[in-house]
């Protein structure tokens, strides 16, 4: 026969159980704050490399018109591009990237176009008349 003075330990279950999915929670919370910091800090720290990286001065050739130019900038806009030639390129004059294999890109002033090395450019009159000769 049992002692009935006897501690029960299925009285003590759903107290146990409670504290046990208490204590789970409280890790799961504390972990999961854990990893937002550090996937902030990470996120963080990727952004500013990147903002390093696009700001990084660094030299690429590139070709206007068959023309060799040393940039030192990430990015220029389309009308960056006109002043490099000298004298630069008029508004008498579209400026185009060349796509190999592909239809060749116009360039607007306000375009801004990443320097690789390698790029190349062209210009061509802005106007054609087809038959205006004499």
């Not at 789970?24 to 854990?34: A, G, N």
């Not at 004059?93 to 360039?107: A, M, N, Q, T, Y």
């Not at 607007?108 to 690789?116: C, G, I, K, T, Y």
């Amino acid at each position: 026969m049992s002692d009935p003075n006897a501690p029960n330990p299925a009285a003590n279950e759903p107290k146990d159980y409670e504290a046990f999915k208490e204590r789970q929670l409280r890790e799961l919370r504390e972990f999961e704050e854990r990893q937002r910091k550090e996937l902030d800090a990470f996120e963080r720290l990727e952004r500013e490399e990147l903002k390093e990286f696009e700001n990084e001065d660094r030299t690429v050739e590139i070709k206007i018109d068959r023309t060799e130019y040393k940039v030192h900038k990430r990015f220029l806009t389309g009308a960056q591009l006109r002043q490099l030639p000298q004298p630069p390129i008029g508004p008498d004059r579209d400026l185009f990237e060349v796509v190999p294999g592909g239809s060749d890109k116009k360039i607007a002033d306000d375009m801004r176009v990443e320097m690789r090395d390698g790029l190349r450019f062209f210009t061509a009159p802005a106007q054609i008349n087809p038959g205006c000769g004499q």
